[in-house]
């Protein structure tokens, strides 16, 4: 029996509905209404921040586009949409506050599978302790490191339509006290069969609550001790996008991009990019992030080439952050194309 697209649409979307509804947090507040009365709410932040200097240099509007070595952070259902059969992909930026942010992934994929593997750190370097006594600081210091490790799995439905979804760890150390906790991604892409354009849909850090946990030091308040604390919600955040290519000329290519992105703890906001391609070599990028305080901007380019047998691409980004400054991205995506025999021949006959 064929089963329609459409059909398949809604069968994907109760079943996301039944495995809501099975996990610790009510399916309702998966993604909590209402965001910008929650600001300061969620913990574990560290999980938003983005990563690929390409996804960053088109205003974060990439939930559409997540087809490359960047797709288990932005939508896991891209895996199975990359040019290569595997991604090796590493990202670096230079955060506020000299704290460095570092994410690697590989992922591979068959004609209807694809399997990756995720690693995000952020290392804070050594920061000087104080107390009330000493607020210039001691002699000693501490560190405030936080890590995450995801397995993704994704299937390509059918050639236009495919579904994925991320499960990963996360650990805070802040000095001697931790969170731990596990945290999932779901995803959907799909193709729209007019040009190149598509829509993606994602929800990002869903799970049960982040606690703090460890051994306090002995503080009396009101004749008792801190012996417990309270636990958060997670930075879930659900994104809707849509992207498409204009051919301008033989060798020129304009990408546009937009997403619909509302956060459980902040106000939801509109991102754009746009992307001016060279003879599929060299790519001028922009994009804006709507409600921002301040700051929003952002831009940057990228070089692809072709190399013994790998595609490389090689990516630049600028944030404008407002009073935190500029941040600079920086990553690279390698995949190799000397066992690449035509992986998507599959997908044409099936039209």
């Known amino acids: 029996m064929v089963i329609s697209t459409s059909k398949r649409i809604i069968l994907l979307v109760s079943m996301l509905l039944v495995v809501g509804t099975a996990l610790p947090v009510k399916a309702s507040e998966i993604i909590r209404l209402f965001g910008e009365e929650n600001v300061g709410t969620t913990s574990g932040l560290f999980l938003r ?15 559409a586009l997540a087809s490359d070595g960047s797709a ?17 992909f590493a990202s670096h930026m230079e955060y506020a506050a000299d704290i460095d942010i570092d994410y690697f992934a590989f992922h591979g994929r068959g004609q209807n599978f694809g399997l990756g593997l995720s690693m995000g750190t952020l290392r804070s370097g050594e920061i000087l302790r104080t107390d009330e006594y000493h607020p210039n600081g001691t002699d000693s210091t501490f560190n405030a490191n936080q890590f995450f490790m995801g397995l993704t799995l994704a299937r390509a439905m059918t050639d236009r339509f495919s579904i994925g979804g991320t499960v990963k760890y996360f650990q805070e150390n802040l000095d001697q006290f931790q969170i731990k906790t596990v945290l999932a991604d779901m995803g959907i892409f799909y193709f729209l069969g007019w040009g190149d354009a598509r829509v ?9 609550d982040l ?3 460890g051994s306090p030091a002995d503080v009396p308040i009101d004749n008792a001790s801190i012996t417990d604390f309270q636990s958060f919600p997670a930075p879930t955040v659900g994104a809707f996008g849509t992207a498409r ?18 956060p459980s703890d902040y106000k939801e906001s509109f991102c754009f990019g746009s992307e001016l391609g060279l003879r ?10 709507t ?10 380019f990228g070089v692809q080439l072709k190399r013994k047998g790998f595609l490389i691409k090689v990516d630049y ?5 407002g009073n935190f400054g500029g941040i600079h991205y920086v990553s690279v995506d390698l995949s190799p194309l000397f066992r690449l025999k035509d992986p998507d021949a599959w997908r044409r006959r099936s039209r």
């Open 49 to 63: 921040i983005p990563v690929g200097a390409r996804a960053v240099a088109l205003g974060k509007a990439y939930s």
């Open 72 to 88: 288990p952070f932005w939508n896991p259902a891209g895996i199975v949409r990359t040019p290569g059969l595997k991604n090796f």
């Open 200 to 208: 993606g849909f994602s929800v990002r850090n869903f799970g049960s």
């Open 211 to 213: 606690k703090l946990d």
């Open 245 to 262: 290519t204009w051919s301008l000329g033989e060798e020129v290519n304009l990408l546009t991009t937009m997403d619909f992105s509302h």
């Open 280 to 289: 599929s070599r060299l790519f001028l990028r922009g994009g804006y992030e």
């Open 291 to 300: 409600s921002r305080d301040e700051g929003g901007l952002s831009g940057g």
């Open 317 to 321: 980004a600028f944030n404008d952050m």
